[in-house]
């Protein structure tokens, strides 16, 4: 394969070659836009698969993908792949799916999310006569929140106001309008019920910041730009599902000479007079690199990785919230429910006592929205002929010392099971189940090592300062970058992929302005 190596960029083969510590979709981005400027990269991941969340089950003809399954912003990824020279096409089938949600009520009323917005506001109006105008409202915030974050926020390494506006140099009226825009101080529940008076259609709403794991009664309102992100960009299945994406990425850094070890758990950064000079592996063997990128939760990766004053002045300014965790459930059916589409919510009867449930009391919801991915609409091969493979998601609060999921799981398999029986027509669903398993808030702590079983980093709670988190750029350890969705600009599969570009990004640029280390330089 050859690449569009720029060819200002010379290879750094001779220099020490960069770290990536774990292969998750934002260490696998990193590591590929790394290796496509032309440094040498050593990619460890302490599992034996490169994907991290994104990994897949097969069981008994049945396929599913582990974790994420709703794909937005599929540039992000074409970003990557034309950092190689590459087009994401070429490698990945994506198919646009729409309706992109259907809705399931638990009066029984169902609503289907469409990604064109006229069409959708026609549909509210005959779904919740009154309630379209105010939808239309929202979309039209929704466009100018996601053009201010893709202007202030996107593809930059930011971790508080000063590094997204210098007021002194930049302050003039339509920065000033931008600001205004982002309703500081506003929720994005409040946001949403200011302009849109049915229930349902709100509580749908509410559920784009689900994509980060945190409760719209305290996200901030800038969030509520994902849901012109959703609309605007489309929502996508990469044939061979979601797993696809880390394996399209994992054959890209093969071709582009990532070194690439599995298996490998890292367990200190090294440094050397304020600066990384390497890493210590598991079983104790250490390695000479000039800068790291660390995927690993960024709030573990100081606790745990760096120790001593880089952790302890990072600590002072992060005190932060894990977002939400959650129990899936993985169903390989002997049928098939013709109401489902590719993806299901199944919504709780009153969002804000759910909400409270699994963000303030801290304990799962006693009535919760379950989320459902039926795949098999869009891609046949993930059950045998005439069956389904169902997944089943329910977020829950992070891991709290006294939550003990063995004996929480049947109960609570129960509760999701009377909901989809109630809710979404799925009442003989035991019946028909050939295949079971689970994940729960314990496994995904286990298998992906985050922060109290947290599935999207830290929780963007905060009406201010909420959709901020740790920069990419290390401000405590130089040489030192994060990435991952407990980094900027946060959880989910675009966001992490950017999270990854704009961590490599940011290192490649200070190892050409500064002289790079050698083999010289002592531990
Ligand atoms: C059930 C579930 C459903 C989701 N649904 C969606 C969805 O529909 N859409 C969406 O966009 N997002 C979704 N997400 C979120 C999305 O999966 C994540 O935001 C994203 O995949 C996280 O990527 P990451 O780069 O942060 O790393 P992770 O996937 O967390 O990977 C980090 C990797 O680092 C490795 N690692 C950690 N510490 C070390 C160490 N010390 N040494 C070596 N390796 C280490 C871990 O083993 C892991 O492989 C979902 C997540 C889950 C779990």
């Not at 399931?104 to 006229?118: A, M, P």
């Not at 947290?454 to 994060?482: T, V």
């Not at 950017?498 to 330089?521: E, K, R, Y």
């Amino acid at each position: 394969m050859t690449t569009n190596r720029p060819a200002d960029r010379p290879a750094r083969a001779a220099g020490l070659p960069v770290g990536v510590i774990g292969g998750g979709l934002g260490g696998l981005a990193a590591a590929c836009t790394l290796a496509a400027r032309g440094h040498g990269v050593i990619l460890f991941e302490k599992n034996p698969w490169l994907g991290g969340k994104a990994a897949v089950l097969e069981q008994k003809g049945f396929r599913f993908d582990m974790g994420p399954t709703i794909l937005t912003l599929p540039r992000v990824l074409e970003r990557i792949f034309a950092e190689a020279g590459q087009d994401m096409h070429q490698v990945l089938d994506l198919r646009r799916l729409d309706p992109q949600w259907r809705c399931f009520f638990d009066d029984g009323s169902r609503l289907d999310l469409h990604e064109n917005v006229q069409r959708m506001a026609s549909n509210i109006a005959a779904f919740a006569p009154g309630s379209q105008r105010g939808f239309g409202d929202f979309m039209q915030l929704a466009e100018k929140l996601h053009e201010v974050s893709e202007k202030f926020f996107f593809w930059r390494s930011v971790e508080d106001i000063g590094d997204t506006l210098d007021l002194k140099k930049n302050f003039d009226l339509t920065t000033l309008r931008d600001v205004l825009s982002l309703r500081i101080g506003a929720t994005v529940a409040g946001t949403i019920r200011r302009r849109v008076r049915d229930g349902r259609v709100a509580q749908m709403l509410d559920h784009f910041v689900q994509y980060v794991g945190s409760s719209p009664y305290n996200s901030p309102a800038v969030l509520c730009g994902i849901a012109h992100m959703q609309t605007n960009g489309g929502v996508w299945y990469p044939m061979g599902g979601t797993r696809a994406v880390p394996q399209a990425l994992q054959t890209l850094a093969g071709e582009l000479g990532v070194d690439l070890r599995p298996r490998t758990g890292i367990r200190r950064i090294l440094s050397d007079h304020g600066r990384v000079s390497g890493v210590e592996t598991d079983t104790g063997e250490t390695i000479r690199l000039a800068a790291v990128v660390s995927n690993m939760d960024s709030i573990r990766t100081y606790r745990e990785l760096v120790g001593g004053t880089p952790a302890a002045t990072f600590g002072r300014r992060w005190k932060s919230e894990p977002a939400c965790s959650g129990v899936v459930l993985y169903l390989g059916l002997d049928r098939t429910y013709e109401q489902l589409a590719h993806h299901d919510f199944v919504f709780s009867a009153d969002p804000k006592e759910e909400f409270d449930w699994i963000y303030r009391k801290g304990e799962p919801a006693p009535d919760p929205t379950c989320y459902i991915a039926a795949p098999a609409r869009t891609d046949p091969s993930v059950a045998p002929p005439g069956g389904d493979a169902i997944y089943v998601l329910v977020h829950t609060p992070y891991l709290r010392p006294h939550h003990d999921w063995r004996r929480m799981l049947p109960e609570y398999r129960r509760v999701i099971f009377d909901k989809l029986g109630r809710c979404a027509g799925m009442r003989d669903l035991e019946k028909h189940i050939v295949f079971e398993a689970a994940l729960t808030p314990a496994d995904i702590h286990e298998r992906y090592q985050v922060l109290d079983g947290a599935i999207y980093g830290l929780a963007s709670h905060g009406r201010f300062f909420g959709a901020f988190k740790p920069g990419n750029r290390s401000r405590d350890l130089k040489g030192l970058y994060l990435a991952g969705g407990a980094a900027h600009p946060g959880p989910g599969m675009p966001m992490v992929l950017m999270s990854g570009w704009i961590a490599a990004d940011s290192l490649d640029n200070d190892l050409t302005t500064a002289p790079q280390p050698t083999d010289q330089v002592t531990a």
